[in-house]
């Protein structure tokens, strides 16, 4: 939700310049709408008429401008520009193209509902939007519930919409948003109070004492009354919507539903969730006010459509101030997702999830490594990106045992292949064991009780487990039917990074396992 703060400086400049008569609405002192004029550009510079961008890059770049205005103040060196706010003609010496590339595509990744484009969602988009239109235009009430799973974008499309709406000035005049989140508002007195505060009540509420809930709300409900006694819409999204239903007695929801079943106060109820049975978390009395509305959302991300996505993080906008520069950076970009390995990354990274979080974590470490001693992105970043984030646990872990517990890993993946996949026992492995090391001559040979422990250490690191009616507590340990949690590939790769593995152990690992 929280702007940049250069686009912000752009359209609050632009807004100056640009809107001659804005109306506005006085909520609290109910006025009707008023006009308010301010200066055109011609007040500005009556020889010149500025074009807000123009005007937008003067600000950014007030030493370097070329029409004559001058500045008293020099701007401070190390003074970005936004990316929209500039022409190329108009370029800051003191400009660091890839600084600004740096910062850009940081913020890309660490803003998570802020995407450079949306893949999909157009039709879910547009219902959305056309509800919440409703409540903020022709004061209907509505209610609907957001569903689906982690990271298919249930916030993005919200602050998207959001973002629609308020791009619209008639209806963001005329409606009041308040976002909670089942996270942090754990009970309803957190929640009323934030609502008070986002609807910016608490003078109005002050030290009044309330007998109900109910009350509260309905009082700040009658607070945000316009001039003409109609109520002003508000707009509820609660994000992980399901915690607000262990609410004592769901209070909030129950009022928050019962409001919007009412005539009187337009309000448009939006819960966000991952459960699918959320419905099924309501109280009857809940439920029953509740519109039924539900939107669902999956993750239908194609591969080409993530390939596109990932290609949107990593290039620079049309605007970008030195576009020399961006056609270079972007020519360079498209280059790196045409090499074979970092192709090869992608698709791997896909089918294990199209989940956009997991680009996102990708493109991190070579979004992080662009800087003036490494002015672009490689391959070799990304492969190395990849190498950091899939690295295997239970490989890692495998580097760390002895070399009698790698052999008896050895032995229990032998006994797996032979008798396909049942379990075994640890005698089985203690006998398997000792045929391979009396087989070789300069191999010790260690007593039944150290292998038992080595045995029981890698229970307990989870490389074995119990199987499953493999007989309880009566069953004595060396007969206890156990199965191996690691896949013959991780244990061959473990043995190839192994520091120091005897030739032997390496030879009957291969043996056993090819
Ligand atoms: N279709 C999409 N196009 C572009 N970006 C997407 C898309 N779907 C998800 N993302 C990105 O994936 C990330 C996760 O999305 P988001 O936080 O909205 O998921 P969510 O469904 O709200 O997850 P959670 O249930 O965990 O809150 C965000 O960075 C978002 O920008």
Same mark, same amino acid.
């Given at each position: 939700m929280v702007k940049n703060n250069h686009q912000e400086d752009a359209n609050s400049l632009r807004n100056h310049v640009k809107v001659s008569e804005i109306t506005s609405h006085d909520r609290r002192s109910n006025l009707t709408p008023t006009k308010r004029t301010i200066a055109t550009p011609s007040k500005f510079n009556s020889q010149i008429a500025l074009s807000p961008s123009l005007l937008e890059s003067r600000i950014a770049s007030p030493r370097k401008?070329?029409?004559?205005?001058?500045? *008293?103040k020099k701007t401070p060196a190390k003074k970005r520009i936004a990316p929209? #706010?500039? =022409?190329p003609s108009l370029v800051?010496?003191? /400009? !660091?193209p890839l600084e600004e590339t740096q910062r850009i595509l940081r913020l890309r990744i660490s803003q $998570? !509902? =802020?995407?450079?484009v949306i893949s999909g969602y157009e039709k879910e988009r547009k219902q959305l939007y056309d509800l919440m239109k409703r409540t903020a235009t022709t004061g209907e009430s509505n209610s609907l519930l957001l569903i689906g799973p982690r990271g298919c974008g249930k916030s993005m499309l919200i602050q998207r919409v959001v973002e629609d709406l308020h791009s619209d000035v008639a209806v963001k005049e005329n409606v009041q948003l308040v976002q909670l989140t089942g996270l942090l508002q754990t009970d309803d007195k957190l929640a009323l109070r934030e609502i008070t505060r986002q609807l910016k009540l608490e003078n109005t509420v002050g030290d009044r004492v309330f007998r109900s809930f109910a009350e509260t709300l309905q009082f700040l409900i009658e607070a945000l009354k316009k001039g003409d006694q109609a109520s002003k819409p508000i707009v509820f999204i609660l994000d992980e919507f399901d915690l607000f239903a262990?609410?004592? !007695?769901q209070t909030l929801l129950y009022n928050l539903f019962d409001v919007s079943q009412s005539a009187q106060t337009p309000i448009c109820v939006i819960g966000v969730t @991952?459960? %699918?049975? $959320? +419905?099924? %978390? %309501?109280?009857k009395r809940v439920k029953s006010r509740f519109s039924h509305r539900q939107l669902y959302l999956f993750n239908k991300l194609t591969l080409s459509q993530y390939r596109d996505l990932c290609r949107s993080y990593l290039t620079l906008c049309?605007? /970008? *101030?030195d576009q020399d520069f961006a056609d270079t950076w972007n020519k360079n970009i498209q280059c790196l997702l045409g090499e074979v390995s970092v192709k090869d990354i992608l698709e791997r990274q896909f089918s294990l999830t199209n989940d956009v979080r997991g680009l996102i974590t990708l493109l991190t470490y070579p979004i992080c490594q +662009? !800087? #003036?001693?490494?002015p672009r992105v490689t391959a070799a970043d990304v492969v190395t990106s990849f190498k950091l984030i899939s690295t295997d646990t239970k490989s890692a872990m495998l580097h760390g045992v002895s070399t009698l517990e790698l052999c008896l890993i050895i032995a229990m993946k032998h006994l797996t292949d032979i008798y396909d996949g049942e379990p075994f026992n640890f005698e089985m492995v203690y006998s398997e064991y000792q045929k391979f090391a009396q087989r070789r001559s300069g191999m010790q040979v260690y007593e039944k009780p150290v292998v038992m422990k080595a045995y029981e250490h890698l229970q307990t690191l989870e490389l074995i487990k119990s199987h499953?009616?493999? &007989?309880? #507590?009566?069953?004595q340990k060396e007969y206890k039917l156990m199965s191996l949690l690691v896949h013959p590939s991780q244990i061959l790769d473990a043995i190839q990074k192994y *520091? &120091? @593995?005897p030739t032997e152990i390496k030879q009957w690992a291969s043996q056993s396992i090819c």
């Open positions: 401008h070329k029409l004559g205005i001058s500045s *008293p929209s #706010a500039a =022409k800051d010496p003191d /400009f !660091n $998570v !509902n =802020k995407p450079p262990q609410h004592k !007695n @991952c459960r %699918l049975d $959320v +419905v099924e %978390l %309501l109280e049309s605007d /970008f *101030p +662009v !800087n #003036a001693a490494h499953a009616g493999g &007989g309880g #507590a009566q069953v *520091p &120091g @593995c």
